[in-house]
T-cell receptor
Framework: AQKITQTQPGMFVQEKEAVTLDCTYD???????LFWYKQPSSGEMIFLIY??????QNATEGRYSLNFQKARKSANLVISASQLGDSAMYFC????????????FGSGTQLTVLP | EAQVTQNPRYLITVTGKKLTVTCSQN?????MSWYRQDPGLGLRQIYY???????DKGDVPEGYKVSRKEKRNFPLILESPSPNQTSLYFC?????????????FGPGTRLTVL
């Protein structure tokens, strides 16, 4: 069984500052993938970034980076230079290797960017 | 345009009245899934399908049925809806077996069961 824990129900950040959203996971699978999704108030799910458990380097996608610490089982999302449009719910999720069919999600973090 | 479509987007119904939420993808994806989203719980998988005529239960399958008669379509059926099935529902699709296959999500269907 897999479990994702997001301990920050809500966070605030000042525009142009960086923010880290926490995600810890638990799995017995030797190989897995970690994902972050953004859900704006309009409701759609937007894929942001992916990290494979055997990837040597932390994933980056534009202003998003994933701080992957395998030994600590954490996969924190870092957003640099926050923008007002970053205000949204953010979900961390994971899937066992070979099973893109099944994502396990955390409960989400509501990020609010302040002007 | 590559997309996953769901219909209807919003639905208010009454307890016990059978309903179907349709899902269709135009990316020739093998994998399709249904999730429900509830406050404080994130998204939880209801059912998934690895290909035509192959479906399996996710984490919260009770009260739901699915079918996969065509590769592009994966309808979600509530035979006798109850108020605890009031939720936001997402259909998703992805290709292949590798872990890194982004799941493409539909726009969501907000269901209210009175």
């Amino acid at each position: 069984a897999q479990k994702i824990t997001q301990t920050q129900p809500g966070m605030f950040v000042q525009e142009k500052e960086a923010v880290t959203l926490d995600c810890t996971y638990d799995t017995s699978d030797p190989s897995y993938g970690l994902f972050w999704y953004k859900q704006p108030s309009s409701g759609e799910m937007i894929f942001l970034i992916y990290q494979g458990s055997y990837d040597q380097q932390n994933a980056t996608e534009g202003r998003y980076s994933l701080n992957f610490q395998k030994a600590r089982k954490s996969a924190n999302l870092v957003i640099s230079a926050s923008q007002l449009g970053d205000s949204a719910m953010y979900f961390c999720a994971m899937a066992p290797s070979g099973s893109a069919r099944q994502l396990t999600f955390g409960s989400g973090t509501q990020l609010t960017v302040l002007p | 345009e590559a997309q996953v479509t769901q219909n209807p987007r919003y639905l208010i119904t009454v307890t016990g009245k059978k309903l179907t939420v349709t899902c269709s993808q135009n990316m020739n994806h093998e994998y399709m899934s249904w999730y429900r989203q509830d406050p404080g719980l994130g998204l939880r998988q209801i059912y998934y399908s690895m290909n035509v005529e192959v479906t399996d239960k996710g984490d919260v399958p009770e009260g739901y049925k699915v079918s996969r008669k065509e590769k592009r379509n994966f309808p979600l059926i509530l035979e006798s809806p109850s108020p605890n099935q009031t939720s936001l529902y997402f259909c998703a699709s992805s290709s292949g077996r590798a872990t890194y296959n982004e799941q493409f999500f539909g726009p969501g269907t907000r269901l209210t069961v009175l």
